[in-house]
């Protein structure tokens, strides 16, 4: 059986989930606020839909991000990329990675930085 949309998690799912619910509890609003800005939006999605993406059980659709960007006041970007340097290189796919600030310019459509292809090591 070929793997799902909502089987197949990767990086950059893990970091959308991760970045929802930071950028949701940094502005103090709950799952049902989320819910209901998202349907102002005329993106209805409810709370339970919105926890999924956050605990990464669920993919967000290119409009799930990016009325959730509009709902939580930020770019789609910073749903997609880390806020901070995580210190290593950040994963695009699990085998593609660039340096933080080189993942962002690429992301900006600014760099010309073809990720770095990265081998899994055989222990």
């Known amino acids: 059986m070929a793997p799902t949309r909502e089987t197949i998690k990767g990086p950059v799912r893990?970091?959308?989930?991760?970045?929802?619910?930071?950028?949701?509890?940094?502005?103090?609003?709950s799952l049902a606020d989320v819910a209901a800005l998202l349907t102002q939006l005329g993106h209805p999605m409810g709370r339970h839909a919105v926890l999924?993406?956050?605990?990464?059980?669920?993919?967000?659709?290119?409009?799930?991000?990016?009325?959730?960007?509009?709902?939580?006041?930020c770019s789609p970007l910073a749903l997609l990329l880390p806020s901070?340097?995580?210190?290593?290189?950040?994963?695009?796919?699990?085998?593609?990675?660039?340096?933080?600030?080189?993942?962002?310019?690429?992301?900006?459509?600014?760099?010309?930085s073809r990720p770095k292809i990265l081998t899994e090591r055989k222990g």
Do not use: C, F, M
């Open 14 to 29: 893990d970091q959308v989930a991760a970045n929802v619910r930071a950028r949701r509890e940094r502005l103090r609003l």
């Open 52 to 73: 999924r993406i956050e605990t990464g059980a669920r993919a967000a659709s290119v409009d799930d991000l990016v009325a959730l960007a509009l709902a939580l006041d």
């Open 84 to 112: 901070e340097d995580p210190g290593e290189p950040v994963k695009i796919t699990s085998r593609a990675a660039l340096e933080y600030a080189d993942a962002w310019h690429w992301a900006r459509g600014k760099g010309t």
